[in-house]
Structures are given as C-alpha cells and as structure tokens.
Nanobody, 129 residues
Framework: VQLVDSGGGLVQAGGSLRLSCAAS????????MSWFRQAPGKEREGVSC????????YYADSVKGRFTISSDNAKSTVYLQIHSLKPEDTAVYYCAAAFLWPGITAVQTMGVGYGMDYWGKGTLVTVSS
C-alpha cells in the first residue's frame, strides 16, 4: 500500500496550488480519501475528504470556498486544489485513506475516534506574505 502526495511548494499569498495523492495497493472505491495539514507548532487539522464510493465531499470551515477536493478513480488519485492561499495555510499537507465500513460516511472517517488506515509522507506548502 502506498500514498504518494505531491504538489507542495513555495507560493505567494493569493496564489494557487494543486496537491495530488496517488494511491496504490488497495481498492480506491472502498475508501474515503482525506487531506490533513499540520502547521508548525499546531495540531494536525483535517481539511477535506471525499468518498471513493460516491464522491461526496467535506470541507473544514477554515477552507470552505478556497479548497476543492476531487478524485480520479481510474487513476486512484485524489487532488486538492487550493486558491487564494494565505500565510496561515502554510503547513505540511498529508493525504490519508480510511476504509468505508458499511453505513459510515466519508466525513465520519475524519472523526477523532475513527482512525486513518494509510498515510502519505506529506508535502510542504509554504505561503509567503
């Protein structure tokens, strides 16, 4: 099993980035794919997720309207398009996958007690002011 997240970099405030996460070794449609981020000195924050089975999405309030999550099931890849970047978006962004047990929604997999099954190594996004 592998999650390879990429696409981070140094960008000026107001700019855009697209992060990618290529998954392998598991059935993509059986999982919810999520993006988390961790800024220096702060706790990890779940920012968005998408269901591999039905495409439903969720966004944290802090990123609504600026972040868009999408997936290409044929490529087993999930994307996070980020617009209007702010310095406070500076963080390491991690891709993660959680198995969708029957009756569980994608957003429920981001709950504290659920737990992700697989994690990427992270990609650093740095936003300069």
């Amino acid at each position: 099993v592998q999650l390879v997240d990429s696409g981070g970099g140094l960008v000026q405030a107001g700019g855009s980035l697209r992060l990618s996460c290529a998954a392998s070794g598991f059935t993509f449609e059986d999982f919810a794919m999520s993006w988390f981020r961790q800024a220096p000195g702060k706790e990890r924050e779940g920012v968005s997720c998408i269901s591999g089975s039905d495409g439903t999405t969720y966004y944290a309030d802090s990123v609504k309207g600026r972040f868009t999550i999408s997936s290409d099931n044929a490529k087993s890849t999930v994307y996070l398009q980020i617009h209007s970047l702010k310095p406070e978006d500076t963080a390491v962004y991690y891709c993660a996958a959680a198995f969708l047990w029957p009756g569980i929604t994608a957003v429920q997999t981001m709950g504290v007690g659920y737990g992700m099954d697989y994690w990427g190594k992270g990609t650093l996004v740095t936003v300069s002011s």
